[in-house]
């Protein structure tokens, strides 16, 4: 009995080894390693080299980061992915207890050199070592990417701007005969997708609209797929901090148009409102974008409104000088009137005192009238009406030049009432524009 143990337990131990299922990573290693073995990732996956790869691309726009106007730049966090056919990779899953996918290192596998044209810069993109490949020897490939790109950006219409940025992909160096391009989904369905697209920042996401072409070029002929992201600025903060206190100070500014001219508290008005504008813009210069290709709109309205001020503040100062000249001017001849001629063989005489004397009786005059008298006192009469004459004539000069400066505020005041509706129909159309698209 004692030889029958031993073949009990090697019969035993065969039927547990039977029983037992084998483990699923065995064969998923001995199927990465059967693919890997003698795989050639810089060679093209296909057996007939004619044959085109086609690489399937779709884009999802997750956010707008940031929009730098001044260097041409913007900056948007996309979901990327990459489909093609790799015929080196293929197997038959009932061999490999039913796998149909797997992952595989993306350094190990052939992978397309598509590249963004737009790129400046890619800042915090996380790296995903790893691709999925299914049993007919189809690789997909998923990567989320913080771009950072070259656009053309309009800031004209601020803070009521579109702009339209493009996203072009192509091979850097196979041609459409070796490697082409086509979308992963419809372009229907990419235009208007904005599931993923976060909706809370400044920007939002009107569409992505997307083409297929050929570029032509001495290197050959290129498969490039161009996405257009469309996006608009919500310009509700800029209207409540930017726009609203500027309509009010120009219409203060507007107000300071029915002091009179001559005024001297206009000055000071104008001086004030001419700091608080300086102020205001110095401290909203964040706020405006800076452009070296396009000057905002408000940007041009700020400098025009304060120009017009700063030209009515001109006008006020002339016309306080000139009247302050004048007024000057008067003093020195009426002190050199009164003062009185000077005889050539006798003292300087008062002329009022002369006229006092004139108004003696004849009797009186007859007896103290000295030779001359008479003489002295016409040349001090013909002093007076020259004096009433030149004071006449600066009187009409001063009416003059005043009608004159009050048509020239008043046609600064027209203008200004002009540019500030113009600048009000420009607003409320480009917001009716903006609304509508």
Not at 17 to 44: F, G, M, N
Not at 249 to 260: I, K, R, T
Request: charged share 20%; glycine share 2%.
């Amino acid at each position: 009995m004692a030889p029958l143990w031993p073949l009990v337990l090697v019969a035993t131990s065969g039927i547990l080894a039977i029983d037992t299922p084998h483990p699923r990573s065995s064969a998923l290693h001995h199927l990465t390693k059967q693919l890997l073995q003698k795989y050639r990732k810089e060679v093209r996956p296909v057996h007939n080299w004619t044959q085109a790869t086609t690489v399937y691309l779709d884009v999802f726009v997750r956010a707008v980061l940031d929009v730098d106007a001044q260097n041409q730049k913007l900056k948007t966090s996309v979901w990327y992915r990459e489909v093609w056919d790799d015929e080196f990779l293929s197997w038959n899953s009932s061999m490999f207890d039913e796998i149909r996918e797997i992952s595989l290192p993306l350094s190990a596998v052939w992978a397309p050199d598509i590249i963004i044209n737009e790129f400046v810069d890619i800042e915090r993109s996380p790296d995903l070592p790893y691709v999925y490949v299914n049993s007919s020897g189809t690789i997909k490939h998923s990567k989320p990417i913080q771009l950072v790109s070259v656009c053309s950006l309009d800031t004209y219409a601020f803070p009521f701007d579109i702009q339209n940025c493009s996203l072009t992909f192509n091979s850097i160096l196979h041609t459409v005969e070796d490697v082409d391009l086509a979308f992963l989904r419809s372009r229907e369905d990419i235009i208007h997708d904005q599931k993923a697209f976060f909706n809370d920042s400044e920007w939002e996401l009107l569409s992505v609209s997307s083409t297929y072409n050929i570029l032509q070029s001495s290197a050959g002929n290129f498969a490039q797929i161009q996405f257009n992201v469309v996006i608009r600025r919500r310009p509700l903060v800029y209207v409540v901090n930017l726009l609203i206190p500027s309509i009010f100070l120009m219409l203060v500014d507007l107000g300071s148009f029915y002091l009179p001219p001559t005024c001297h508290a206009r000055i000071v008005f104008k001086s004030s409102v001419l700091v608080g504008y300086t102020v205001f813009r110095v401290n909203m210069s964040d706020e405006v974008p800076k452009s070296t290709v396009s000057t905002p709109l408000i940007g041009v309205f700020f400098t025009v409104c304060t120009a017009f001020l700063v030209l009515s503040l001109s006008t006020s100062i002339l016309l306080v000088k000139f009247l302050h000249d004048e007024q000057c001017s008067r003093r020195q001849w009426t002190l050199l009137c009164l003062r009185g001629d000077t005889d050539e063989e006798g003292p300087r005489m008062d002329p009022w005192a002369q006229l006092a004397g004139v108004t003696e009786p004849p009797i009186c005059q007859e007896h103290q009238a000295q030779p001359g008298t008479l003489r002295e006192v016409w040349s001090q009469l013909q002093s007076i009406s020259s004096y009433l004459q030149t004071q006449d004539q600066a009187d009409q000069q001063e009416a003059g030049w005043l009608a004159l400066l009050e048509r020239f505020d008043r046609l600064l005041f027209q203008s200004y009432l002009v540019v500030l509706g113009f600048y009000t129909i420009t607003l409320c159309s480009l917001w009716v524009l903006w609304s509508g698209s």
